[in-house]
Structures are given as structure tokens and as C-alpha cells.
């Protein structure tokens, strides 16, 4: 059982507009809900308000679970070892520094005839020799005499290794999209009326969000769901009779169009196109009961 939960002002806006008794109803139950997990008995606008608030409830306790198992491990502490001592060298311990080798008998018999052909370099004085590319110069070796005459190379070419290079990122690769987040009581009401004014053009749009419409709404969410609230008013707007192709030019409101026997007769194709036959005539008057229509449309 948990201590507490979240209570979003969603939930309070919604809530509100209830009667006592279905109001005291739904506050148990988010409360119930929401601290023992345990979902009570409802019916009515209670269990409508509740199919409605669970899923955000659902989302804040798996947060909470998540964080229950714990984070990342801790790191080890920097200070722990901070106590151990390095070993110190024996004051006592005598070391011995290597002496150079002296050799007084050096050669000084340094050969100054080196020969040196200027002649055959580049073209300088005719000649057709080449100069040395940059790759024959780096691979020359330099040679220093050593006391006892030998000849040993001051340094020796290095090359760069071959680095590869990484493979670009692929940025068109798809990426996973982020969750989603479910979306609040408010803004799933406020999604119904945004999706009629844009999908019924032809009928009157709706302006204020009043009261009985917030609760009309919401008791049509919590029994079909959003995607069938929308399917009612996809076909609101492919009907013509609802469009004001009628004898009367009446039109459907979103008021009409939301109360519970109008959005069953919706659903049930009752104002659907009527579908072509032979005849020449057309019908633009309201029709009768027998033909599948109600006379009482404009209540």
C-alpha cells in the first residue's frame, strides 16, 4: 500500500461539475485505487469518470515502482584508500651511478675527404640527376662516429601509422520515438471539440466549452472511447441530412449531436447518405419514421 499519490487538477476540474453523491463516489474510488491498487464496483458517470483518471494513475505507479528498485550502484568511495602508505626507499641503501667509459685512445683521424658531387645535383651544373623526393630525404639515416669509430644512426624514420576512419553516422536511420505521455481528462474533452469545428465545416462550431457540455463529453469518452467519439463525427459531417440537406434546412448542433439517443442513432448509421436508386425524385423533406429517420430531430 503506498503512502501517497499524485491528484492532478484535471481530475478536480472534471470531478467538480458532479453531483454529491457521484462526486463523493469517484474521490473514493481514485483514492482506493491509486493507494491499494484494488478497483471498486462503479457504474454510471462515476465508473465513466474512472475509465477516464485510471490510465494516469496506471502510469504514476509504474514511476513509483521504478524508482523503488533503485538507482545506479554507488561508486566506490575515493576516500577509502586514502589511509594506505606508499613504501619508502632504505635511506641506508647505497646506489652506484655508472661511469662513462673513457677511451683515450680516440681516432682522430677524421677523413675530411668526403666527396661531395655538386655537379650532379638538380641541374645545378648541367648535371641531369634528380633531386631527392621528400620521401628520400625522411629515410636517410644520419650517422654518428662513436669514439671507438664505429658508426651508429642518430635516429631512424618513423611512419604514421594507418588510422582508419570511422564510419559516418547514419542519420537517416530511424530513430524510437520517445513515450508518450497519456494525455489528461481536460485535454482529451478539449481534443472532442477541437475535432468537431474542424471536421464539421458546414455546422455551427462550437465556442464555449460550458459546463454540460464538459459533462455530455465526458460521459461519451468513458463509454465509447475517443476513436468512436470520432467516428460519430466523421459521419455528422458525410451526412447531408445532418448538413441541412432537408426540407427545413435544420442542422445539427454539436449539443444535439453529443446527447445519448442522437450519438446512438449517429452510430447506427440512422442519418447515413441515403444510396442512389433509379428514380428520378429526391428526397429533401424530413423523412418519416418508417423510412429510418426520426421526426423529432430539431428537440
Same mark, same amino acid.
Given at each position: 500500500?503506498?503512502?501517497?499519490?499524485?491528484?492532478?487538477?484535471?481530475?478536480?476540474?472534471?470531478?467538480?461539475?458532479?453531483?454529491?453523491?457521484?462526486? #463523493?463516489?469517484?474521490?473514493?474510488?481514485? %483514492?482506493?485505487?491509486?493507494?491499494?491498487? *484494488?478497483?471498486?464496483?462503479?457504474?454510471?458517470?462515476?465508473?465513466?469518470?474512472?475509465?477516464?483518471?485510471?490510465?494516469?494513475?496506471?502510469?504514476?505507479?509504474?514511476?513509483?515502482?521504478?524508482?523503488?528498485?533503485?538507482?545506479?550502484?554507488?561508486?566506490?568511495?575515493?576516500?577509502? %584508500?586514502?589511509?594506505?602508505?606508499?613504501?619508502?626507499?632504505?635511506? %641506508?641503501?647505497? #646506489?652506484?651511478?655508472?661511469?662513462?667509459?673513457?677511451?683515450?685512445?680516440?681516432?682522430?683521424?677524421?677523413?675530411?675527404?668526403?666527396?661531395?658531387?655538386?655537379?650532379?645535383?638538380?641541374?645545378?651544373?648541367?648535371?641531369?640527376?634528380? #633531386?631527392?623526393?621528400?620521401?628520400?630525404?625522411?629515410?636517410?639515416?644520419?650517422?654518428?662516429?662513436?669514439?671507438?669509430?664505429?658508426?651508429?644512426?642518430?635516429?631512424?624514420?618513423?611512419?604514421?601509422?594507418?588510422?582508419?576512419?570511422?564510419?559516418?553516422?547514419?542519420?537517416?536511420?530511424?530513430?524510437?520515438?520517445?513515450?508518450?505521455?497519456?494525455?489528461?481528462?481536460?485535454?482529451?474533452?478539449?481534443?472532442?471539440?477541437?475535432?468537431?469545428?474542424?471536421?464539421?465545416?458546414?455546422?455551427?462550431?462550437?465556442?464555449?466549452?460550458?459546463?454540460?457540455?464538459?459533462?455530455?463529453?465526458?460521459?461519451? #469518452?468513458?463509454?465509447?472511447?475517443?476513436?468512436?467519439?470520432?467516428?460519430?463525427?466523421?459521419?455528422?459531417?458525410?451526412?447531408?441530412?445532418? %448538413?441541412?440537406?432537408?426540407?427545413?434546412?435544420?442542422? *445539427?448542433?454539436?449539443?444535439?449531436?453529443?446527447?445519448?439517443?442522437?450519438?446512438?442513432?449517429?452510430?447506427?448509421?440512422?442519418?447515413?447518405? *441515403?444510396?442512389?436508386?433509379?428514380?428520378?425524385?429526391?428526397?429533401?423533406?424530413?423523412?418519416?419514421?418508417?423510412?429510418?429517420?426520426?421526426?423529432?430531430?430539431?428537440?
Amino acid at each position: 500500500m503506498r503512502d501517497s499519490y499524485i491528484f492532478y487538477a484535471s481530475f478536480y476540474e472534471a470531478i467538480k461539475e458532479l453531483n454529491s453523491d457521484d462526486r #463523493l463516489t469517484v474521490y473514493d474510488a481514485i %483514492n482506493e485505487y491509486s493507494l491499494t491498487g *484494488a478497483m471498486p464496483e462503479l457504474t454510471g458517470i462515476p465508473k465513466a469518470m474512472m475509465t477516464l483518471i485510471k490510465p494516469q494513475i496506471d502510469a504514476n505507479n509504474r514511476r513509483f515502482e521504478n524508482g523503488q528498485r533503485g538507482g545506479r550502484p554507488k561508486k566506490d568511495d575515493p576516500t577509502e %584508500n586514502l589511509n594506505q602508505t606508499k613504501p619508502e626507499p632504505n635511506p %641506508n641503501q647505497t #646506489l652506484t651511478k655508472p661511469e662513462p667509459n673513457v677511451n683515450d685512445n680516440v681516432n682522430d683521424n677524421v677523413n675530411d675527404n668526403v666527396n661531395v658531387n655538386v655537379g650532379g645535383v638538380g641541374g645545378i651544373d648541367g648535371g641531369d640527376a634528380a #633531386l631527392p623526393s621528400p620521401s628520400e630525404i625522411l629515410e636517410v639515416e644520419v650517422l654518428e662516429i662513436d669514439p671507438d669509430g664505429s658508426t651508429t644512426p642518430k635516429f631512424e624514420p618513423e611512419k604514421a601509422p594507418l588510422i582508419a576512419a570511422a564510419p559516418p553516422a547514419n542519420e537517416d536511420e530511424p530513430k524510437d520515438p520517445p513515450p508518450k505521455t497519456p494525455k489528461t481528462l481536460a485535454e482529451r474533452v478539449q481534443g472532442v471539440v477541437d475535432y468537431f469545428n474542424k471536421t464539421c465545416t458546414a455546422l455551427p462550431k462550437v465556442k464555449e466549452l460550458t459546463d454540460p457540455r464538459k459533462k455530455a463529453i465526458v460521459a461519451r #469518452l468513458g463509454k465509447y472511447g475517443s476513436d468512436q467519439v470520432k467516428e460519430v463525427i466523421d459521419k455528422t459531417a458525410a451526412s447531408e441530412f445532418l %448538413n441541412g440537406a432537408n426540407d427545413q434546412g435544420w442542422k *445539427a448542433s454539436f449539443d444535439w449531436i453529443i446527447k445519448p439517443a442522437n450519438f446512438t442513432k449517429i452510430r447506427e448509421n440512422t442519418y447515413d447518405n *441515403a444510396q442512389p436508386t433509379n428514380t428520378k425524385t429526391s428526397r429533401t423533406s424530413v423523412p418519416s419514421t418508417s423510412d429510418g429517420y426520426s421526426t423529432d430531430l430539431p428537440d
